[in-house]
């Protein structure tokens, strides 16, 4: 006879199993990424397929699901101008080489003459390129008609100024066969991708493991991260009806493309866990930047190995794994590795620096793996002598569009000031100076500069080339063997390096021959800051000149900086100089701003407010805010202007005026959709053989595998990691209560009942 304790644990286990029975994995039978295709998914218990209806967009999915390959519910098809007409576009009806025009303000709309800002997100263009133009009515209601302008591949961003009465603007094309993904009108959109979002019952989890996600919405259930996986979410409001999210793993992360970080921290962050602990701002968990208007959350880790190095090309003989945020140089570098690494396997967002010397001077390159993981498969060629150094850092997503000076209120990702002290914030990456000599010529100058939380770059010295003035004039600065000396001093932060910034004309000298000497003693530079006033253009003498002559001008000359070093620019201090009328820098940033987003080369630029020339405390020629802290007219300008991504590839290898070649990321991404959400006791697949017995346990669990086992992983069903260890074939469980708890071996997946 079956006593009442058995009788419950039957009970138990039957309904336990019955509720197994229903978790699903995915395979990708379906040959497509929908992750509302049921086909993709299959029952370990019975190898079938959801009931055709089951998982749908806006529906409550009422059972488990395990992701470990890449799935999406958001389309990928792109459309053109003449799709979206009549519903978006409009035909030109007298057509001059004009085909279609969006309407962005009409008279009597209500817009009052407010600024006008479209951004339309073009992915491909005719053979023979398309342009598009303004038109807008004035006061008397005539119309007024704007130069052509070309399209790019990319971000394009039209403003059109406010203005004291109502008016309209239309935007006119010279093609509809213009195709683009994304459509915004003064922030909001009109038009992107179609997608539908992710439903859960409450109780019910989306588990993913060595997966990418690409989704709207998540809503009611919970979202488990676990290694590798990288959830992607493109809605405004991205995680509804109390959806959790769960970090296991600090090599995973959600992204939030349309919440910023200040958002994700007011907002959300009470609904993410780090284990089963509670995420916490900024102990447990990082918010970085994910360019313009998004964020990429992780756990923060200590113990985060985004790195391994091999000793071997071909990611082959000893290896070693290297934790985040750490030095490691000379005898430090673990398993004897120094100057015998000569392959890498850097996961996707970090930032590795190597040099050869084991203070980070010497021959050195910068490594980013923005969006892709990067697997170097041979160093040899740059470093021959050996490498000595290793720095990995979390690598932060930032826009073009900075400020220079701590200016809020620009929607603008990061700034800098003219020193080293400052730090970033939630909303904005702070970029530490190195000013002067005082900056960079002691241990304390290097420790502030690896301290410095969501820091990637430092700049070098503030016209160093001015021997009267700025830091040239102190410690012999303007002298370049001496700027040079204590310039090496940066390398070893481990950080990306920006050249002094020289004044307008030092570019094609005293920065020329700094950085020839630089080359000869393996001084590394990657990016070149350049300061622009257009002091050429006699400004003292040309208050009212034309902006476009100094546009012109302006692109001269920073196509000419690009010819001449071949490595990416960053503007740190720009207008159209002091000397010259409100409306002339205003009319001159309207045309510079959109080049600069359209430039691959310039990574980043900071307009510079030049102070009022008579009255130095009132507001100048070029400022953001007037003496009533209202935005002027350039403020608005350049708030409103969306950004373009600093660096927009998804990884970088290292490019700087040490070397230039070209090294090829042999990173293939790849997935194991047969690593099941299993009950079951076993698993046996052609080349692997894993068996976890008795399950449910009572004591102790038996683990008997045919490959070596890299890390086990034991999880209650709320994210809470419990340690364990495989000891003599076993693992002890004894301690833990009843329930139903996740076991990851490798990177297979099994449900252990407890019992």
């Known amino acids: 006879m079956i006593n009442t304790k ?3 644990y039957i009970l138990f286990f039957l309904c336990t199993n ?3 029975a229903q978790d699903y994995y995915w395979t990708g039978d379906g040959r497509d990424q929908d992750f509302f295709n049921e086909e993709n998914w299959i029952n370990p218990s019975t190898n079938q ?18 992701l470990s390959c890449e799935a999406s519910t958001i389309s990928s098809e792109e459309t053109d101008i003449i799709s979206q007409t009549p519903v978006l576009f409009s035909e ?15 008279i009597n709309d209500g817009n009052n003459g407010s600024q006008q800002t479209f951004v339309i997100n073009v992915t491909d263009l005719p053979t023979a390129g398309a342009n598009f133009r303004v038109l807008k009515t004035v006061a008397n209601a005539q119309w007024a008609i704007g130069n052509p302008q070309s399209l790019n591949i990319g971000i394009n961003t039209i403003t059109v100024n406010e203005v004291s009465f109502d008016r309209a603007v239309n935007i006119q094309f010279s093609s509809g066969n213009v195709a683009f993904d994304a459509l915004f009108l003064n922030g909001s959109s009109i038009y992107s991708a179609p997608s539908d979002p992710i439903v859960f019952e409450p109780s019910k989890t989306l588990y993913v493991t060595n997966g990418v996600l690409n989704i709207s919405s998540f809503s009611g259930g919970n979202l488990i991260l676990n290694e590798n996986s990288y959830v ?3 809605n405004s409001d991205p995680l509804l009806n109390n959806a959790k999210v769960y970090f296991n793993s600090p090599l995973s992360w959600l992204r939030l493309d349309n919440v910023n970080p200040n958002q994700v921290n007011d907002n959300y962050v009470s609904q993410m866990f780090v284990y089963d602990t509670n995420a916490e701002y900024p102990k447990t ?12 959350i992780r756990a923060e880790c200590l113990d985060t190995e985004p790195l391994t190095i091999y000793s071997n090309e071909d990611n082959s003989g000893t290896e070693a794994q290297i934790k985040v945020n750490q030095v490691y140089n000379g005898s430090a570098i673990p398993n004897q590795m120094n100057n015998d690494i000569h392959s890498f396997y850097l996961k996707r967002g970090y930032m590795l620096t190597l040099a050869v010397n084991d203070d980070g001077t010497g021959k050195s390159k910068v490594f980013i793996a923005s969006e892709e993981d990067l697997e170097i498969h041979n160093l040899s060629n740059f470093f021959q002598d050996g490498i000595s150094f290793i720095r990995v850092i979390p690598w932060n997503w930032v826009s073009k569009k900075g400020t220079g000076g701590d200016i809020t209120g620009m929607n603008n990702t990061w700034f800098y000031r003219w020193n080293n002290k400052w730090i970033s914030d939630l909303q904005r990456e702070c970029i530490p100076m190195a000013w002067g000599k005082t900056n960079a010529d002691d241990d304390n100058d290097i420790n502030l500069y690896q301290s410095k939380y969501k820091t990637t770059h430092v700049l070098g010295f503030n016209e160093p080339d001015d021997c009267e003035g700025q830091s040239g004039q102190y410690n012999d600065l303007c002298t370049i063997s001496t700027a040079l000396e204590v310039y090496e001093n940066l390398m070893k932060s481990g950080l990306r390096l ?16 700094f950085n020839q000497q630089a080359i000869q003693n393996d001084i590394r530079i990657d990016v070149i800051a350049v300061h622009w006033y257009d002091w050429g253009g006699n400004p003292q003498n040309s208050t009212n ?27 740190t201090e720009f207008n159209g100089n002091k000397y010259r009328s409100i409306q002339t820098n205003r009319q001159f940033m309207e045309l510079a701003i959109p080049y600069l987003e359209s430039l691959d080369y310039v990574e980043r630029y900071a307009w510079f407010e030049p102070q009022n020339i008579d009255t130095p405390q009132d507001p100048g020629n070029g400022e953001f805010f007037d003496r009533a802290m209202s935005l002027t007219d350039i403020g608005m300008f350049y708030k409103n202007q969306t950004s373009a991504p600093s660096m927009p590839d998804s990884y970088y290898t290292g490019q700087n005026n040490l070397n230039d070649e070209t090294v090829v990321n042999q990173f293939t991404y790849s997935c194991t959709p047969n690593k099941t959400l299993s009950i079951h006791t076993d698993i046996v697949n052609q080349n692997v053989i894993l068996k976890v017995i008795p399950n449910p346990a009572i004591d102790k669990i038996k683990i008997l595998f045919s490959e070596p086992i890299k890390w086990i992983k034991l999880y209650s069903m709320n994210g809470s990691l419990i340690k364990r260890q495989v000891l003599n074939g076993y693992v002890d469980v004894s301690d833990l209560q009843s329930g139903i708890y996740i076991l990851i071996l490798n990177n297979y997946h099994f449900k252990l009942l407890k019992q």
């Not at 030109?92 to 009409?106: C, E, K, L, R, T």
């Not at 920006?498 to 021959?513: G, I, K, T, Y």
């Open 6 to 8: 058995d009788l419950k």
């Open 18 to 20: 019955l509720l197994l």
């Open 49 to 66: 397929s959801p009931e055709n209806g089951s998982i749908e967009p806006s529906q409550p999915i009422n059972f488990d699901l395990l």
């Open 92 to 106: 030109v009806s007298n057509n001059d080489n004009w085909s279609h025009f969006y309407s962005a303000a009409a």
């Open 232 to 234: 992607h979410i493109n």
């Open 285 to 296: 968990i990082r918010l970085d930047n994910y360019y313009d208007s998004g964020t990429i």
């Open 498 to 513: 920006v050249s002094p910034a020289c004044r307008q004309n030092a570019v094609f000298n005293w920065l020329d021959l």
């Open 545 to 571: 000149a034309d902006p476009n002559t100094i546009f012109n001008r302006f692109k001269i000359y920073l196509q000419d900086v690009y010819d001449l070093y071949g490595l990416p620019i960053w503007i």
